[in-house]
C-alpha cells in the first residue's frame, strides 16, 4: 500500500516534469523529434498511472473490508472476554504499576475487577515530570546503599517499592508526588499476590529502564510477588526484552481483550512470553 503510493507519487512527478519538457520543446524550432518522443513517453506514463490508481483504489477497498473485520474481532473479544476470565482471580490482591503514563492502568485495572481480582493500588508514573534526582539524592544521602551509588534513580526505586509494599519513606514519596511525577490511586503499605507493569514508551528511555523499572520490578520479585510485564501493542520502544531474563511473564499487546487475558492467566499461574512481537513465543497461555 505505501509502495504503491510513492509509486503514484513518482509518476505525477514525471508526468509534470515531461509536460513541461513538452510545452517548452513545443516552443522551439526543429525539434519535432524531440516532442514526438515526450508526447509519446507522457501517453505510456498516462496509461501506468491510471492502472496504479484503479489498482490503489482496489488496495484501498480491501484495506476497509480489512479493518471492518479486525473491528468485528475487536467487540467479540471484548465480548467474550468477561466469559473467558471471569472468576479466575478471584480472592487475589494485585498492584498495578504504570511506568509510561501512557493511559493504560485505568483499562488493565478494569479488565483485572473483570477476572475477580482485587486492585489494591495503581501507581502511575509521568517521566516527563521526573524530579530533581540529585536534589533527592543529597536530602536521602543516608539511605543509599553501596551497591546502589551508581545512580540514585535504583535507590529510588527501592524506597518507591518499599512505600508501596510495607508504608516505609512516606516522605520520599511524598516527595515524588509533589513533583507530579508520582500518581497514586488506593492505598499503599499492603501485601499483594501479583503486580502488572506497564511498559513501553513513544520516548528512547533506556537508561530510565535500567536504573528505575527494572530495579522496581526485582523489588516486587525479591518480596515473593507474580509480577507481569505488559507493553501497549505496537509500542515505539519496547523493553521487554530487558525483562526476559527474569523471572517474570511478558505480554505485549496489553492493550487489547487478547494481551488482558494473557495478564489474567499469567497471574493465575501461567508463565512464558506472549503477544504477538518480537518477544512473544505464544499467543496467549493455554487455556484450561
Do not use: C
Not at 486492585?119 to 546503599?145: C, F, G, H, S
Not at 517499592?161 to 509533589?178: I, M, P, T
Request: net charge negative.
Amino acid at each position: 500500500m505505501i509502495d504503491l503510493k510513492y509509486h503514484i507519487a513518482s509518476l505525477v512527478a514525471i508526468f509534470y516534469a515531461l509536460a513541461i519538457g513538452v510545452f517548452v520543446g513545443s516552443n522551439l524550432v526543429g525539434n519535432e523529434v524531440l516532442i514526438e518522443q515526450q508526447k509519446e513517453m507522457v501517453e505510456r506514463l498516462e496509461q501506468e498511472f491510471n492502472t496504479l490508481r484503479e489498482q490503489n483504489k482496489l488496495v484501498q477497498e480491501e484495506l476497509n473490508v480489512l479493518e471492518d473485520k479486525a473491528e468485528e474481532y475487536r467487540r467479540y473479544s471484548e465480548q467474550v472476554f468477561p466469559l473467558v476470565v471471569g472468576g479466575r482471580l478471584s480472592g487475589l490482591r494485585i498492584a498495578v504499576v504504570e511506568t509510561n503514563s501512557q493511559g493504560l492502568a485505568e483499562k488493565v485495572e478494569k479488565g483485572l475487577a473483570t477476572a475477580g481480582a482485587e486492585v489494591v493500588y495503581v501507581l502511575t508514573m509521568d517521566w516527563d515530570k521526573a524530579p530533581n534526582w540529585k536534589k533527592l539524592e543529597a536530602k536521602y544521602a543516608d539511605r543509599i546503599q553501596e551497591a546502589e551509588k551508581e545512580d540514585f534513580r535504583i535507590t529510588a526505586a527501592k524506597l518507591l517499592g518499599e512505600a508501596a509494599a510495607s508504608g516505609k519513606n512516606r516522605d520520599f514519596l511524598a516527595d515524588l508526588v509533589n513533583s507530579g511525577f508520582l500518581k497514586i490511586k488506593g492505598e499503599l503499605g499492603q501485601k499483594v499476590d501479583g503486580v502488572v507493569f506497564i511498559e513501553g514508551d513513544e520516548k528512547n528511555r533506556d537508561a530510565l529502564v535500567n536504573f528505575f523499572n527494572l530495579p522496581l520490578v526485582d523489588y516486587y520479585i525479591n518480596m515473593g510477588d507474580k509480577v507481569v510485564v505488559g507493553e501497549y501493542e505496537g509500542a515505539k520502544f519496547s523493553y521487554l526484552d530487558k525483562y526476559k531474563a527474569k523471572p517474570v511473564t511478558t505480554v505485549d499487546n496489553i492493550d487489547n481483550p487478547i494481551g488482558l487475558t494473557s495478564v489474567v492467566f499469567s497471574l493465575s499461574g501461567k508463565t512464558g512470553n506472549y503477544g504477538t512481537g518480537e518477544t512473544a513465543e505464544k499467543l496467549i497461555p493455554e487455556i484450561q
